[in-house]
């Protein structure tokens, strides 16, 4: 399994915007789906993105759709995930999820987890 570490999160307004980061640990990076994931204090963890390991081609939310931007760098084994005009709903406990295999927006189908990293917008 691959380990990851999220950073980046934090305390933004309204419309604003903060960039996750998701370092890896593991000689097979590439071959892994990477994916973030949120969740909000008394709601279930919900699929945020997701970005293939064999063609690097994005899937996002309807709810991110448009404002996040996933992206990888295999040289440094880190995913991003970039949020512009963030609201207020989007508050939650971000996690970043490792798989092998197909895109997914599944989180049980995800092997490998991040602790999480806080984003909370102010309205």
């Known amino acids: 399994q691959v380990q990851l570490v999220e950073s980046g999160g934090g305390l933004v307004q309204a419309g604003g915007s903060l960039r996750l980061s998701c370092a890896a640990s593991?000689?097979?990076?590439?071959?892994?789906?990477m994916g973030w994931f949120r969740q909000a204090p008394g709601k279930e963890r919900e699929f945020v993105a997701a970005?293939?390991?064999?063609?690097?081609?994005?899937y996002y939310a309807d709810s991110v759709k448009g404002r996040f931007t996933i992206s990888r760098d295999y040289a440094k084994k880190t995913a991003y995930l970039q949020m512009n005009s963030l609201k207020p709903e989007d508050t939650a406990a971000y996690y970043c999820?490792?798989?092998?295999?197909?895109?997914?927006?599944?989180?049980?189908?995800?092997?490998?987890w991040g602790q999480g990293t806080q984003v909370t917008v102010s309205s």
């Open positions: 970005i293939s390991w064999r063609d690097g081609n994005p």
């Open positions: 999820a490792a798989r092998m295999g197909i895109l997914s927006t599944i989180a049980s189908m995800y092997s490998s």
């Open positions: 593991g000689r097979t990076f590439s071959s892994y789906t």
